[in-house]
C-alpha cells in the first residue's frame, strides 16, 4: 500500500475525538444564527444524525459542518448565500487591519523579514471562531501577542528550496481577518521572488469565519495577488469538490502553501511534497496527527 492510500485510509470518517466539537460547532452556528432555544435543539439535532451516519459512511466532519450551516439559514428563512458570521467576520477584518501597521514596521525593522512575515501569517491563524475548544477568543488581546508564539514544527528549509525553483504558488486561505497578515507575508514573498506568481483562493461560499472572495475583496488582497474561489464550500479543501479551474491550478503549481486547519485536514492525505502546511495546532488530534503540542505553530511540509 502506497503511502498516499495508507493516508486516504487513515484519514476516512470522523475520528470520535471530533464528535464532541462537531456538536459545539452546531451549538456556536446556532448562536451566531442567533437561533432560538427550540431551533437550536434541531440544529444540534441534524448534527447527531449526521454524525450517526458516519460510522457507516464515509462522511467528513466539514460535510457536517456545512449541513449544521445549511440547517441554521434554513431556521432563519434566509436565502443560501446568507452568511451567518458576517458581523464577527467585519470585526476581524477591521481590526486586523488596524494592527497591520503595527506588524509591518515590525517587518520593516526585522533581520529577517521573510521569515518575520511568515510567523506573523502563521499566528494569525488564532482567528478561528470554528476552533471550538478554545471557547470565546478575545481577539484585540491576541492580535497583541500575535508574534509571540513559537514554531514546533518548521519546515523552512525545504519550503525556501522549493520556492527558489518555483514559478507559481498556490496560497490557500482560511479564515476572514487572518488574511490581512496572509497579505504582509505574501508582499514579502513577492519581494524576495519577484517572478514568482501568486495566487491566493478562498471559500465559495459564507462557512464559518472563513473568507470569501468578498472579503478579500474587503481587505484588498485581490488588488495585490489574484484571487480566485477554490469552490469549496466547505471550512478545508476537499479537492473533489473543487472547480475545475483551482484543481488546475492545484495540479500546476510548483508549491502549495496551505493554512489552517481545516486545510490541513482534508489536504494532508493527498501527501505531496508540494504542499507546505501553515497553522496553530489548536485541538487534541490535530496535535496527536502532527505531533505538536496543541497552540504552536507549524511550518510542515505535506
Given amino acids: 500500500m502506497t503511502t498516499s492510500e495508507e493516508n486516504k485510509k487513515r484519514f476516512s470518517g470522523i475520528p470520535s475525538d471530533c464528535y464532541s466539537c462537531v456538536i459545539n460547532q452546531a451549538r456556536s452556528t446556532a448562536r451566531f444564527g442567533e437561533l432560538n432555544e427550540e431551533q437550536t435543539k434541531r440544529v444540534i439535532s441534524v448534527a447527531k444524525a449526521e454524525l450517526e451516519k458516519s460510522k457507516t459512511a464515509p462522511i467528513l466532519a466539514h460535510h457536517i459542518i456545512r449541513r449544521v450551516a445549511d440547517a441554521v439559514i434554513q431556521e432563519r428563512g434566509e436565502s443560501q448565500d446568507f452568511d451567518i458570521y ?9 481590526l486586523s487591519l488596524a494592527y497591520a501597521e503595527k506588524f509591518q514596521k515590525k517587518l520593516d525593522t526585522s533581520e529577517s523579514p521573510f521569515e518575520t512575515g511568515l510567523q506573523i501569517a502563521a499566528a ?10 478554545q471557547g470565546p477568543i478575545n481577539l484585540n488581546k491576541e492580535l497583541q501577542s500575535l508574534n509571540k508564539v513559537p514554531f514546533a514544527r518548521y519546515d523552512i528549509e525545504p519550503f525556501m528550496i522549493a ?3 518555483a514559478s507559481m504558488l498556490l496560497y490557500i486561505c482560511d479564515n476572514s481577518g487572518e488574511i490581512v497578515f496572509d497579505m504582509l507575508f505574501i508582499k514579502e514573498l513577492q519581494r524576495e521572488y519577484p517572478n514568482l506568481q501568486i495566487v491566493a483562493a478562498l471559500r465559495d461560499k459564507p462557512i464559518i469565519n472563513d473568507a470569501t472572495l468578498e472579503d478579500a ?33 492545484f495540479a500546476s503549481a510548483d508549491v502549495i502553501l ?25 485541538c487534541d488530534y490535530m496535535a496527536a496527527l502532527s505531533k505538536v503540542r496543541k497552540d504552536n505553530l507549524v511550518l510542515l511540509q505535506g
Avoid at 458576517?86 to 477591521?94: F, G, Y
Fill in 163 to 165: 520556492l527558489d525553483d
Fill in 217 to 249: 475583496k474587503a481587505v484588498g488582497l485581490d488588488r495585490l495577488v489574484r484571487t480566485i474561489s477554490s469552490g469549496s464550500i466547505y471550512p478545508g479543501t476537499i479537492l473533489p469538490e473543487t472547480t475545475e479551474e483551482f484543481q488546475k491550478l
Fill in 86 to 94: 458576517a458581523d464577527v467576520k467585519e470585526k476581524s477584518n477591521t
Fill in 258 to 282: 496551505s493554512k489552517g486547519q481545516g486545510n490541513f485536514e482534508t489536504l494532508l492525505p493527498i501527501a505531496d511534497k508540494r504542499l507546505f502546511f501553515l497553522l496553530r495546532i489548536k
Fill in 124 to 133: 494569525g491563524n488564532i482567528i478561528d471562531f470554528g476552533a471550538l475548544n
